[in-house]
């Protein structure tokens, strides 16, 4: 059963330092955010995962841990959504074409499985390019199940 | 440190109790650099013990990952031990669970190395 049904929209934007330390602040911001929307054990835990590999991607793949770029990051709980926003200014890249991490030939890769991940725990994930350089992702999860 | 490696011998087992976070960083670096320490030292046979893994993301995978293909390539054999709930979900999630050779039981994890 979900609690705070009936509440006013709440929304966190915060623009971040490219670093590590801002993953963690991130996750830890949404995860409190989704602790007050009524999110049992299991989906926090899935929230605050998506949202981890959502900021190092956009930290450390996007904006390269340059100290000159931020990223967007904002929490919105509105009605049945809690949406999560995270945006780069990086070069931007073809998320259109990502290799398949289930894939036998890239089962045993290092790396790849973050926007894998993303799309697992989350009820919707779309990703933008943004002008004039970026990437923008938003994370959806739902407050009662669909 | 966000992760504490402590190592043992169980007879020609080297077990590596794992505590903390294996994420991007100090985790998954400081577990990387264990693993390849002892692939370096010759040591052929090596137990994670993940009971006190509280955190691991995809980069923390990742290196579970590269340590199996680093210890397997050198002719050794890599296990895991205690996986909880959030590690061996992450490992069904990406197919990884059937690629390791998982155990709950130390004592039988030890008589599984051949």
């Known amino acids: ?146 | 440190m966000s992760v504490s490696l402590k190592t043992r011998q169980v007879g020609d087992v080297t077990v590596v109790d794992v505590a903390g976070r294996i994420t991007l960083g100090e985790g998954s670096s400081a577990l990387r650099d264990a693993l390849r320490d002892m692939v370096g030292k010759n040591q052929k046979k090596i137990l994670l013990n993940l009971g006190e893994v509280s955190y691991i993301d995809s980069s923390g995978i990742g290196e579970l990952v590269s340590g199996f293909t680093t210890v397997t390539n050198s002719g050794g054999q890599l296990k895991l031990l205690n996986l909880n709930k959030r590690v061996k979900d992450l490992l069904q999630i990406t197919k990884l669970y059937t690629v390791f050779d998982v155990h709950d039981d130390e004592a039988g994890a030890i008589r599984s190395f051949a």
């Open chain 1, 1 to 146: 059963m979900r609690q705070n049904e009936h509440h006013a929209p709440e929304t966190v934007e915060r623009f971040l330092d490219s670093t590590l330390e801002s993953v963690d602040s991130a996750e830890e911001l949404a995860v409190g955010m989704a602790q007050r929307a009524g999110f049992d054990e299991d989906e926090l835990m899935r929230i605050g995962m998506a949202v981890r590999e959502s900021m190092v991607n956009a930290v450390v793949h996007g904006n390269r841990y340059n100290s000159n770029k931020k990223v967007r990051f904002s929490v919105t709980h509105h009605g049945e959504r809690f949406t999560v926003q995270i945006a780069d200014q990086g070069e931007g890249f073809d998320f259109e074409n990502l290799p398949d991490p289930l894939s036998p030939e890239n089962l045993m890769r290092t790396s790849g499985r973050g926007i894998f991940l993303i799309r697992s725990f989350m009820d919707e994930f779309q990703m933008r390019h943004l002008e004039p350089g970026g990437t923008e992702v938003t994370l959806v999860k739902y407050t009662v199940s669909k």
